[in-house]
């Protein structure tokens, strides 16, 4: 595998203000588009969210790579000319990615797992793309540099029955989480995660030694979430990516990058910028080499590179102020549908019929080649993971914008030969297409006959004040936009949701992993059906 770049580290930034955060400046911006200095964005739908850059990551020689994943492609950016256009580098073809970020100083994807890429000169012996290669199994660096924005495969589904109630009986201590970090200044480090309601501490020891040689301690005004060590830069200075999510004041939830001295002590907080207008992006925070730490902002108009100022920490953590309240617009009439009590393992079992379905892609059920477009952005109807997969048999039920086709309804119409799947989420909904949407699958699970959109819901859901009580079967539902099913905390207390989605899922039902605190802070509610039992 090759190093990627040769280029000198910040010179200086743009001096221009980031509306949320006055010291913040922006160092790139980039519209929407396909050109030199842009990048794909899908806009949002009603039922559907944005889609844009998923990833921005950080080489050692501080070169930016912003993964431009509706484009097919990874925008490097040289540092020290940053307003300069970026060189284009093309994505393998048909490489559906999901996060990129730099390993001990290669790149890599993560594509349904870990893709190692290098460059390669084209043709023309000038322009250069980025090729896969066979690198063998990851290494537990590499995959825990992907783990730690959520890039994981999900969990075993045995386990998710035996979930339910343990959240009302879970211990205030949890079991310590191991870490693997590539750092820039201290070289390869295993940092031990281990946390409390309000306190957390990681202990850092190199990986050739089993001694730790330094403590992080971390106290907050709130509920402490996820803790992550990032990196540490070139001076020995540690970084950490820290969620506050307090039990019942979600105005007060925050993810913050604090600094630490090379000694361990606290000496920098870095607040980022999320709020319900933000675009998701899988990989939203990079640090630097000599510590600038970059937050990938994205909006439904472009997306911008911020380097964060950051601020003077307090004796404990807290956000610097009140998170924004979501407009959600017109909510929706509390819909007129009968509510069957369901118990907890029947939702679950039910939605795991949608991701799991095996099922063979028939000739009218894929539809002809290359199939329609949608009239309103440069994708196809066909959801990316049915491409080519005419004849063969792939898993999951397809995302159909507009739609809730039950699953056995599904498996009966591919029978009798309908189409499968839709992704065009401007045009209108195609009721003679087979699939469900994020409400219409949600709704399916909970045993609804009628389809509830995202911003009905609320009428038949109780919000939840204090998010780690969600059980699975609950939901996290951001009104007007997007559902996510809810399935469990992770141990390192990320949350894992079902979904249907256009862009997360390739199109199809899936499980994701997400940190709970970015979710709440761009608007999502945790809610509980009214119809479950417990």
């Known amino acids: 595998m090759c190093s990627f770049g040769s280029h000198i580290l910040f010179a ?31 806009s949002s739908s009603e039922e559907v969210e944005a889609s844009g850059p998923a990833a921005i990551t950080v080489g050692d020689d501080g070169t930016i790579y912003i993964l ?40 890599y994807l993560w594509s349904d797992g870990v893709v190692p890429l290098e460059r390669s000169t084209d043709a023309d012996g000038r ?29 075993p589904l045995n386990s998710i029955i035996d979930e339910i109630g343990r959240s009302t009986s879970r211990p205030e201590t949890r079991p310590p989480v191991v870490q693997y970090v590539p750092s820039r200044g201290l070289g390869d480090i295993v940092a031990e995660v281990s946390a409390t309601n309000d306190k957390a501490e990681i202990l850092l020891r190199r990986s050739s030694s089993e001694e730790n040689f330094l403590s992080l301690q971390l106290t907050s005004e709130g509920r402490i979430g996820t803790v992550e060590l990032l990196d540490i830069d070139t001076t020995g200075r540690p970084y950490a990516l820290v969620e ?27 607040d980022l910028p999320i709020d319900p207008g933000t675009v998701f992006s899988r990989r939203f925070v990079a640090i630097g080499p000599r510590g600038d730490v970059l937050y990938l902002r994205s909006q439904e108009s472009r997306a911008q590179v911020l380097k964060l100022d950051g601020r003077e920490p307090g004796r404990k953590l807290a956000v610097a102020k009140p998170a924004k309240p979501l407009n959600t617009g017109k909510t929706g009439k509390t819909p007129k549908v009968a509510i069957v009590p369901k118990s907890r393992s029947d939702v679950i079992e039910r939605a795991i019929g949608f991701e799991t379905l095996n099922w063979l892609v028939t000739p009218t059920a894929y539809g002809g080649d290359p199939g329609p477009g949608c ?19 792939v898993k999951g039920v397809p995302y159909c914008w507009g739609c809730k086709t039950p699953l056995e309804d599904f498996v009966e119409g591919v029978e009798k030969g309908q189409t499968a799947g839709n992704v065009c989420t401007k045009s209108l909904p195609q009721s003679n297409i087979l699939g469900v949407d994020c409400s219409g699958f949600v709704s399916d699970a909970w045993g609804l006959k009628m389809h509830v959109s995202t911003r009905a819901i609320p009428g038949i859901a109780k919000r939840l004040s204090d998010p780690w009580s969600m059980q699975p079967g609950d939901a996290l539902n951001k009104p007007g936009s997007h559902v996510l099913l809810f399935m469990r905390f992770t141990d390192d207390r990320k949350v894992e949701v079902m979904e249907a989605s256009p862009n997360a899922c390739k199109g199809r039902v899936c499980r994701n992993t997400y940190s709970l605190g970015s979710l709440l802070m761009r608007g999502y509610q945790p809610v509980r059906f009214k119809g479950l039992n417990g």
Do not use: C, W
Not at 13 to 21: E, M, N, T
Not at 135 to 143: F, H, V
Not at 375 to 393: C, E, F, H
């Open 68 to 107: 431009d994943q509706n484009n097919g492609r990874v925008l490097a950016v040289d540092a020290e000319r940053s307003q300069a256009d970026p060189e284009v580098l093309p994505l393998p073809e048909n490489a559906a990615p999901e996060d990129l970020a730099v390993v001990h100083n290669e790149l």
């Open 375 to 393: 009239a309103n952005m440069n994708r196809l109807r066909r959801p990316i993971y049915l491409i080519g997969k005419r004849g063969q048999t």
């Open 12 to 42: 200086a930034a743009l001096a221009v203000a980031s509306p949320g955060f006055a010291k913040d400046t922006v160092m790139i911006e980039l519209r929407g588009g396909d050109g030199a200095r842009s990048v794909g964005i899908v």
């Open 127 to 155: 322009s250069q793309t980025l090729r896969a290669i066979d690198g063998g199994d990851a290494d537990d660096y590499t995959r825990s540099v992907f783990a730690s924005m959520g890039s994981v495969p999900p969990g």
């Open 244 to 270: 506050l999510v307090p039990a019942d004041q979600p105005d007060r939830t925050g993810m913050l990058v604090v600094r630490f001295t090379p000694n361990g002590a606290m000496d920098r907080v870095y």
